[in-house]
C-alpha cells in the first residue's frame, strides 16, 4: 500500500539549539486513524507543523500524497486539514462567514450544502449566524474542526484535540472522525487521553524527546507489551508468600487478601497450572478469581520510561 505521508530523515533544531526532532521516519497509510502519543515537549506538535507547511524542517523530506512539503507545498497542503491545539478564530466573524471564507482560501468553488451539512454534523447549524466571539469554548473547538474539513482535505490533523472540551463535544468528534474515515479520510492525531486512542486508533506511533520509538498496530501492540495479571482472591489473608514461591511473578495486595500472578498471555505455558498446583499443595485456597490485560496507558508510560534510560 502506498502510504499518504511518507516522512524520511526528518530533524528539526530550533535557533536555542534544542533539537526537536532527530531522524523521523514514518509511513502513515491511507484511510486509517493514527494516534501519536507522547509526553509534553517530545516533538508531536513539531511535527505535525512540519507536514502542514507552518514550520520548516530542518533536514530530510516529508511527501503528502506523493507531494513534496516544499517544493509543491501548495499541492500538499491543498490534501489536509489541521486542527490546532490552540484557538484562533476570527472573533467578530460569523460562523457561516469564516466557515466559507476558509473554503476559499483553498480555492474551492462554494458548495452550501457541504457546509451545511459539516455544521449540522458538528451541531453548529443554530449557530450559524452568530459571531465566533460569542461562542462558548467547546462551540469554538467545533468551529476550528469545521474550518478544518472545509476545504474537504484526504488528510487531517487533530492536535490534542478534546483538551479542555465537554462530554458531548467529544462524543460528537469522535463519531464524525470515525465517518470520515468510512470515507477513506486518513485521520492523524495526538491525545494525551490515551484512552481515546485505546479506543479509536488502528495504529499507534510513541514519540519521545523527538525520536520515534515504536510504531505498532494497536492490538499487536497490546499483545505484544501488554502484561496478563491473574487476581485471586483469597479464603484467609497471607502474611506472606511461600519461601518456594518466590520464582514466581507473584505479588500480595489489599492486606494479604489478594495474590496476583503476573505473565505473558502469549507464552504457549503460562505457568498458571502449576501455580494452583503448588497454592493447593500450601493449602492456599481462593474464593474467586480474575484476569485483566495491561491498558495502552500502562504500556505508554513503559516504553516512555524504558526510552529516558
Known sequence: M???????????????????????????NKGEIFALLGPNGAGKTTLISIICGIVNPGGGRVLVDGYDIVNDYREARSKIGLVPQELFNEGFESVWATVR?????FGKAPDDAYLEKLL??????????ARIIELSGGMKRRVMI???LSHEPSIL??????????????????????????????????????????????????ISKGEIILVEDKQALMQKLGKKQLTLHLQRPLAEIPADLAGYPLELVDSG???????????????IAELLRRLAVHKIDFKDLQSSQSSLEEIFVSLVKGSRT
Open 157 to 206: 490533523f487533530l492536535d490534542e484535540p478534546t483538551a479542555g472540551v465537554d462530554v458531548e463535544l467529544r462524543r460528537d468528534m469522535w463519531e464524525m472522525v470515525r465517518g470520515l474515515r468510512e470515507r477513506g479520510v486518513t485521520i492523524i492525531l495526538t491525545t494525551h487521553y490515551i484512552e481515546e486512542a485505546e479506543e479509536m486508533a488502528d495504529r499507534i506511533g510513541v
Open 101 to 105: 471564507f476558509s473554503r476559499g482560501l
Open 257 to 271: 487478601n489478594q495474590l496476583v500472578f503476573t505473565f505473558d498471555a502469549q507464552h504457549e505455558d503460562t505457568g
Open 2 to 28: 502506498q502510504p499518504v505521508i511518507s516522512i524520511e530523515q526528518l530533524s528539526k533544531t530550533y535557533a536555542s539549539g534544542h533539537p526537536a526532532l532527530t531522524q523521523i521516519d514514518l509511513q502513515i
Open 146 to 148: 469545521a474550518k478544518a
Open 120 to 129: 449540522r454534523d458538528l451541531s453548529l447549524w443554530d449557530k450559524k449566524g
